[in-house]
């Protein structure tokens, strides 16, 4: 119960990784705010956890939308102690050089995966700074270390979120507010299975540059995520951890 009678908000967690970062704080004893684009009420039925899951929908990329998440966060619960900033388009993305990417594409996956992070996070720091604590947790890409082809909007944007992890954390620190990453690794959810979006061909490649040779599954993240956000990580801050299964070093 490292999380007990702690609030967190975490948005995309109507499925996938959010999702299973959401069931596990609960496990961990915090109060959950399960945010998503897409209605999260259904996902959250299926938790059992009544009072102390609020399904919220929210585009993380309006500025309007965000606060009225934060404020019903606010009414229902009185505090924000966590923000894990997991939304981002990244699964449904086809892959496609770079010339040929629109410019509206390029807007909206910067919007969604950097704006989105930047608007969550400012609209939870008063909160947190009132409270004199708060933990935020964003989610970057291994990619950003050794390049992908066919996926700049997608780099870029994690790449931005690396960046803006380490300063955030040096303009919080004062605040008593801890900014970490994780970058995982290619991670099956379960859109990404049912898409059928990638060969087993690549499927082995993916493996074969692990130090360990095996999937990677939204399980594997999320102790992860739990201790970046917990007690236990109090004296950590602008750390950006690879849970990748040694695909890079750095």
Request: aromatic residues 6%; neutral net charge; proline residues 2%.
């Amino acid at each position: 119960m490292r999380l007990k009678n702690q609030v967190a908000i975490v948005t995309g967690a109507g499925a996938g990784l959010g999702f299973a970062i959401a069931q596990r704080y609960l496990a961990e004893g915090a109060r959950v705010v399960l945010a998503d684009i897409r209605d999260p009420r259904a996902a959250a039925a299926t938790l059992a956890a009544d009072e102390r899951v609020l399904p919220v929908v929210v585009d993380v990329a309006d500025e309007v939308s965000v606060a009225g998440m934060v404020a019903a966060t606010l009414q229902r619960f009185g505090q924000i102690d966590i923000l894990v900033n997991n939304a981002a388009i990244s699964s449904t993305l086809p892959l496609q050089p770079f010339d040929n990417i629109q410019v509206a594409d390029w807007r909206r996956v910067m919007d969604v995966n950097v704006m989105g992070a930047f608007l969550c996070s400012r609209s939870v720091v008063g909160q947190m700074r009132r409270q004199k604590r708060g933990r935020i947790l964003n989610f970057t890409s291994g990619t950003v270390y050794r390049g992908s082809a066919f996926n700049l909007h997608y780099v870029s944007s994690k790449g931005a979120i690396l960046s803006l992890t380490r300063s955030l954390a040096t303009e919080l620190g004062g605040d008593n507010i801890l900014v970490n990453a994780i970058s995982p690794g290619f991670t099956l959810t379960q859109g990404m299975v049912d898409n059928a979006s990638y060969s087993p061909e690549f499927l082995k490649m993916v493996v074969a540059s692990r130090a360990l040779k095996r999937e990677e599954h939204a399980g594997d993240i999320v102790g992860t995520a739990v201790f970046l956000v917990s007690d236990d990580a109090s004296f950590i801050t602008g750390q950006i951890i690879s849970v990748d299964g040694g695909a890079t070093f750095h």
